[in-house]
């Protein structure tokens, strides 16, 4: 029997956990796992190597890597030493230290693409030193700007609506976002990301910040394409809680979002924990709108934080995306 293949689309700690999960399927089925990962980040180390060298900022391309890295102990070395990041050095002068902040695996993908040529090929490359066990690719070869039409971006102007640019910011606006857009509006989608799309036997969605790691690939026009033309079979995980960037927006706003940004999206599968949702009705009543069930399980962590267990999710997962296997 072929496998499974999934391709699953996000950025930051939710693919990442999305991933893991799709790992603890493999025992019960047998996967072949890409990710297709936004690249709109701004901050942090992504975004000063982005500023001052260009190229696609690395840092969620490196964390889906490490999500799928191998079980050996030497390929989990290295993924330790992908994940270390720099600390400041003493340099008695006061001179800032140029390593401060960036992680190794950040600096490691853009010297392979500076090398190398070409972002995939980097990948390829990172994918083989940390045997990992699924492919990743950035949703289109050139960075993307995110912007976004906050209401109420300024607490003291509640009413008025400004445009807030670049994913951090977005990230952590404290107004409502009314809209969002990428700059440029319509960028070129990674080809091989595209032809894994068409490829595929199920499509993944979540969990994740929703305008800055969900929505920004059903803006890229040669990949919502693909999406919407896709045999592929489709499934969104929620969320557990709302994040700064969606405050206000309840679960069954967050598939009418999806609904909003690609009007031709048919879902087949809503997976939610069974405690993070207040309203079960109200979710079953938007799943359905998408053409999907809605499936509840429990999916999070049992310490009372908001973070998914790879464990339970995969648990979670492995009859849905086994179906009709």
């Known amino acids: 029997m072929t496998p499974t293949r999934v391709v699953a689309f996000g950025g930051g700690h939710g693919l990442s956990a999305s991933l893991r999960a799709l790992r603890h399927c493999v025992p019960g089925l047998d996967l072949d796992i890409t990710a297709v990962v936004t690249v709109g980040d701004d901050g ?6 982005r500023a001052e060298r260009g190229g696609l900022p690395p840092g969620d391309l490196r964390q889906a890597l490490v999500a799928l890295a191998g079980d050996h102990p ?3 070395r290295s993924a330790a030493l992908f994940q270390h990041r720099f600390a400041a050095a003493g340099t008695g002068g006061g001179a800032a230290d140029p390593l401060a902040g960036h992680a190794v695996g950040n600096l490691l993908l853009h010297g392979l693409t500076e090398l190398l040529g070409d972002p995939v090929v980097a990948l390829d490359h990172a994918g083989a030193m ?3 066990v699924g492919r990743v690719l950035p949703m289109s070869r050139q960075p993307v700007g995110i912007e976004a039409r906050v209401r109420g971006a300024d607490p003291d102007r509640p009413d ?7 994913q951090h910011q977005v990230a952590v606006t404290s107004g409502i976002v009314e809209s969002l857009r990428l700059t440029p509006a319509a960028p070129a989608a990674c080809a091989e990301a595209v032809t894994a799309v068409g490829a595929a036997d199920w499509l993944i969605f979540g969990p994740g910040s929703w305008y800055t790691s969900v929505l920004p690939h059903l803006l890229v026009p040669g990949l919502a394409d693909a999406i919407v033309s896709s045999p592929a079979r489709r499934l969104v ?6 994040e700064k960037e969606t405050l206000g927006l309840s679960l069954p706003d967050h598939l009418d979002t999806l609904r909003r940004y690609l009007p031709e999206l048919k879902v087949d599968t809503v997976l939610a924990d069974s ?4 309203d079960p009705v109200a979710v079953e009543r938007a799943a359905e709108s998408l053409g999907a069930r809605l ?3 429990p999916v999070a962590v049992t310490d009372g934080t908001p973070r998914h267990d790879p464990a339970a999710l995969g648990a979670a997962l492995v009859p849905v995306l086994g179906a009709d296997r």
């Open 237 to 242: 995980t929620l969320n557990l809680v709302a």
């Open 295 to 297: 499936v509840l399980a």
């Open 275 to 278: 405690k993070a949702v207040a």
């Open 160 to 166: 008025e609506v400004r445009t807030v640019r670049g």
């Open 74 to 76: 030497a390929t989990r």
């Open 44 to 49: 942090g180390s992504s975004g000063r190597l």
């Open 130 to 132: 940390l045997g990992a």
